[in-house]
């Protein structure tokens, strides 16, 4: 059997990817999903050594305290023994908790030694943290990464994610008709196809939902997903080893669609983004299909190259955004039903009426109420599910009343409530109380008179024609729909 000094920092992290397949073999595959899968090799270190025997501390990285914790008390022994059976070597599980925001500079999990000055002269022209350095565990660099956020082994798109089991609703329809049109006729109509929308809408889910179709309808289609990041360090590693021809043939020519997540990390990395940039060029230019996706429009990536900028104008430009209560409580059902949950409707419309933003966060309680439920034996109700958020939360008084929209409207536009109700027709009262109006029509089980009473004793036809007004503009008026959207967000 190998002993450790053979293994690499590459090698410890394949053995980590083998624990996984064990695993995976080995439990239910929610319960993998939830628990094991985000789990992030972080780095291995020699503890101790007892007569020629040593002792490695296995490093993984956990999402939360919550998940930490249910992994050490359920599947500690399990990975701990799997890696002694790989390896020959005792192995003590420690698991960490992730603290930076995902998906914001992760180098700081970049496992390697106190780095040369060649390197740390690459590393700050790629905007990287100095903490990378101090984090060194193993006396080999090595920057490649492992399982970056959401990333399947091998640049290959992760078989959970398909147009199958994503919910289409009036948020993410367009971005969902063009991740379909981009996978059916890839590099035709929409290239790049650009995707955009704040954390946890949904858009790494449509770029592994691309590659996981043409892979079932070409199981030979040469597809790579992978985050602007893994670009990032893989570059740095080619410049640092001067593996430029391999790094570039393998962009440049190994693919016939290329799925690029959270782009926006190259932004202000001058050598990331030159080398970017070739790379669009080269696929572009031979009809290759180009996906990416980022937090916020191109218009709005700070520090990125205008070259880089204006392609990706070229193509397609999709937003997503934060998902209708239907859709919610669609999105909450589906997840129930793959992973076998039993969530009684009023716990979804709990949930789906708490939890407006954010997708995984939606999920991330399912998979907690799970948790508890299997702890307890207990199956999940309204109750455990007001107690996990934390707050004794009643249902009822989160409906959206007419008051509540007319004062938050009032405030996001500076205007006095009266001032809605009143008849005035300046352009800076009536728009805030047309939008008022549609919002309530929208929000609440209100007909039309008793929504005019609540706007000073309107008339009934006042109240359609502002909603059909506004609902045009939706489409027509992104600078409404902008304002909509911020207004909606803080019901
Ligand atoms: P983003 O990349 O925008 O941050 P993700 O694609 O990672 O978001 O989505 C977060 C989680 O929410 C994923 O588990 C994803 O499957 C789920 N999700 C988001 N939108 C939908 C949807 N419309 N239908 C089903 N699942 C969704
Ligand atoms: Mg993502």
Not at 22 to 35: C, K
Not at 83 to 91: I, M
Not at 356 to 370: D, H, P, S
Request: aromatic share 8%; hydrophobic share 35%; proline share 5%.
């Amino acid at each position: 059997m190998a002993t450790h000094s053979s293994f690499t920092p590459e090698q410890w992290r394949d053995l980590w990817e083998s624990v996984c397949r064990n695993l995976e073999g080995a439990i239910v595959s929610h319960q993998f999903h939830a628990w094991i899968y985000p789990l992030k090799w972080q780095g291995v270190l020699p503890v101790s050594e007892i007569e020629g025997q040593t002792t490695y501390r296995i490093q993984l990285l956990s999402p939360n305290d919550f998940s930490s914790r249910w992994v050490k008390n359920h599947y500690q022994t399990s990975i701990e023994k799997a890696f002694l059976q790989l390896t020959g070597c005792h192995c003590e599980l420690e698991l960490l908790v992730q603290t930076a925001p995902p998906n914001q500079n992760q180098s700081s999990l970049v496992v390697g030694t106190p780095l040369p000055s060649i390197q740390s002269e690459i590393q700050s022209d790629l905007g990287f943290d100095r903490k990378a350095e101090e984090a060194s565990l193993i006396p080999t660099v090595s920057l490649s990464q492992g399982k970056s956020s959401g990333s399947f082994p091998g640049d290959m798109p992760d078989p959970r994610y398909t147009f199958d089991n994503f919910v289409v609703g009036s948020s993410n329809q367009f971005a969902h008709a063009s991740a379909v049109a981009v996978a059916d006729q890839p590099a035709k109509q929409y290239n790049p196809l650009f995707l955009y929308s704040p954390p946890g809408l949904g858009k790494t889910h449509l770029l592994h939902a691309i590659g996981n179709y043409l892979l079932y309808k070409n199981p030979k289609a040469r597809v790579a997903y992978l985050s602007a990041e893994k670009f990032v360090n893989e570059l740095i590693d080619a410049l640092q080893h001067r593996r430029m021809p391999q790094f570039r043939s393998k962009y440049r020519d190994g693919h016939d669609i290329i799925l690029i997540d959270d782009i926006q990390f190259i932004a202000g990395k001058h050598t990331s983004e030159e080398e970017f940039f070739h790379t669009f060029n080269a696929l572009h230019s031979s009809q290759r299909q180009i996906v990416v996706s980022s937090d916020r429009p191109p218009k709005e990536i700070k520090d990125l190259e205008e070259r880089v900028r204006t392609r990706f104008e070229w193509g397609l430009v999709a937003d997503i955004r934060p998902p209708e209560m239907e859709t919610r409580i669609a999105i909450l059902k589906t997840k129930a039903e793959r992973d076998d949950i039993y969530l009684p409707d009023d716990v979804a419309s709990f949930l789906a009426s708490c939890i407006k933003t954010n997708v995984r966060e939606l999920e991330g309680i399912l998979i907690r109420l799970q948790a508890q439920a299997s702890l307890t034996g207990v199956e999940i109700s309204l109750e455990m599910a007001k107690h996990e958020l934390g707050s004794p939360v009643d249902a009822e008084s989160l409906k959206l009343t007419a008051e509540t929209i007319q004062a938050i409207v009032a405030k996001h536009y500076k205007l006095k409530i009266h001032e809605l109700k009143a008849s005035t027709r300046m352009k800076s009262v009536a728009l805030p109380r047309q939008i008022a109006m549609y919002l309530v029509r929208k929000h609440t089980d209100l007909g039309l008179k008793e929504i005019g009473q609540f706007f000073g004793g309107k008339d009934h036809t006042t109240i359609l024609h502002a909603c059909g007004k506004i609902e045009a503009s939706l489409e027509t008026h992104p600078e409404i729909r902008l304002a909509i959207e911020r207004i909606q967000s803080l019901f």
